[in-house]
């Protein structure tokens, strides 16, 4: 085989390029401290290395996201310490304006500071982290939760934030809640003097109305059961009709006992109920009373009164006709005929309702004492009785006379029932600005016509609010018992009751229910304090775990893309020796020549 010189050079100037490449790449390498510069080099490697890297990456910024949401929740539980602070106070005032001894002055100065605190507690609520995001806001973070609205003559503080509470990727497959809605920490606080106003979607006018609170605890679930006569006068009040019970108001004739039973909740003893609504009106009720006693009267059950004596006098009403006859057989007469009390003698067919005496009495026979007279009949022959219109008749004669304590003011003079517990209402608009306000619990209407004024307060059975605006007629609001009371409405509630106080009663039930919504409002934000420390607590576990995880992937990543200097070193060497040899080889071949063989 023949090998031409230019052969030979060739394949030593390849072999030296071959290793200066090889230096270069091992220099490369060493440098950059990598063992492998490209995927190609080795691609499962490549890919195992990306992989790790990549977690890596996102250990890192699991890290710079547990930082952001530390100093989120330490600047919460900065704010929730100062809120229990500001409450913590104001319980103090409260147990110092618990004291009968103090003077309208002392308690305005008490609501002085209570309307700071109340200040206080606005500007921590509505609080911003280092970005300028509010604290308690929830998604909403560039809108400052807590406002003062003003509906009519009064106003309230309106939450303007959302519901959401923010997560914060701080691991793998972990989030943890670094924000809480503004609505949890101060507006759901449990309370036994919660109310809830709602306006209905359907609503077509532009009325508004403002959240409705307690001024007078001592009304709750107040209600008068009362039938209404001319002019909506409240002319009757049944002071213990409740369903189920004796309802109290009864009446007696000819030794038989009736009873009006509201809502047919029963009767006492033998009575003979009538079943009227809590609302009826007079002359509703009058025709129930007359035909039942219609039906009595055919029965024959009103025949049991019996004559002092044969031969005197006795009164007699027959179902159609009065007239005083003296007749000397009188079980013939009460055979088709009934009788009430002989002339002059005690009456005990009476009624007392608000402290007037009705006493049932034949036209031409007076009633005994102070007792208004009642006409069972008229001594004309041919006019038919008509007691029950006329008892109703009687009672409406006494209201206009002024003889009762009834006025056209809602429950302004009338007895009521209180059951402890809050009742439904709504606020209903009517055509001539008018409104109604209706008990749903009882059915009844504890305000009827009232001339609305757009802005004026709107007050009943111990409660207080406002509409304002153009409400259609047809809509209406709201009102019930609620679960949550806010922190600020519990303040001014206190504050206003102390500067406003109806009697030493009501100021003292307003303090006690005061007291407990205060202590629910600490034990609430004590157990959000709670929360937010131990969200501080799993930040720094989780903080701690993703450390040590990347150390893990650092340390595999090193394992399987790191190079072994050493080795690197020592291949360095040897390829630069082999290079240094090749050079001097090539050096001598270089200056060989046949001619230096031909002798």
Known sequence: MRISTAQLFQQSIQQMQQRQADIGDLMEKISSGRQHLRPSEDPFVAARSLEIQQKVARTEQFQENIVLARANLAAQDTVLQDVNTGLQRVRELAVQANNASLSAANRAQIAAEVDERIAELVHLANSVNTDGDSLYAGFRGDAQPFVTRVVGALSHIAYQGDDGSRFTQVGEGRQLQTSTAGSDVFQRIRSDSALLTET????????????????????IGEYPYAFTGTAGRNDVTFVDDVAGAQDGVTFTLQGRTYELDVGGGGVAGTNIGITIAANDPAATIAALVEAQLDADVTAGDLNNITATAVGADVQILSDVVTSTTTHTDVTTALATNYAVTPAGQANASTVVLDGVTYEFRFDN?????????????????????????????????????????????????????????????????KAGGLYDVVDDTVGLNVITDAAYTPGQIIEFNGIQTAVAGTPNPGDFFSISGGTYQDIFTTLQTFADGLRNPIDDTVTAERIRLTLQDLDAAIEHTSQQQAQVG???????????????????????????????????????????????????????????????FIG
């Open 200 to 219: 209905p979607a359907a609503n077509a006018g532009t009325g508004q109305i403002a959240p409705a609170r307690i001024v007078d605890p001592t009304r």
């Open 365 to 429: 026979e007076a009633a005994l004492g102070a007792n208004v007279k009642v006409s069972l009949g008229t001594a004309a022959a041919g006019i038919a009785d008509g007691q029950a219109s006329n008892f109703a008749a009687a009672i409406n004669a006494q209201n206009t006379a002024g003889n009762t304590t009834y006025s056209a003011d809602a429950n302004a003079s009338i007895t009521a029932v209180r059951t402890g517990a809050q009742h439904a209402y709504r606020v209903v608009f």
């Open 534 to 596: 131990g969200r501080l607590n799993a930040l720094d576990t989780q903080f701690d775990a993703n450390a040590a995880f990347h150390l893990q992937l650092t340390e595999s990543l090193s394992d399987i893309a790191d190079l072994d200097y050493a080795d690197a070193i020592a291949r360095l060497e040897h390829s630069l020796f082999v290079l240094q040899a090749a050079q001097q080889s090539f050096a001598r071949v270089e200056g060989v020549s046949l001619f230096d």
